[in-house]
């Protein structure tokens, strides 16, 4: 059984095909985004554009991460 838990690192950037926290710059709404390579909406104001143009501002990503078994 695979026990997996996600966490969200603010310290770097990632990769283009893990989730991402996207700040929008319009309403500065924080919110997540599956995938930096195609157009992202905005979930409060429905902003529209791709994470590179200066609409969004990504603020961290999501990590999947393994827990670890306590040796008994
Ligand atoms: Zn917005």
Request: hydrophobic share 30%.
């Amino acid at each position: 059984m695979t026990d997996a838990t996600e966490v969200i690192r603010f310290d770097c950037v990632g990769d283009t095909h893990e989730p991402h926290i996207v700040k929008c710059n319009n309403c500065n709404k924080e919110f997540r985004a599956e995938k930096m390579d195609q157009h992202v909406t905005c979930s409060s104001c429905r902003q529209k554009d791709t994470l590179s143009s200066k609409d969004f501002e990504v603020v961290g990503v999501v990590r999947k991460v393994k827990k670890e078994l306590t040796p008994h």
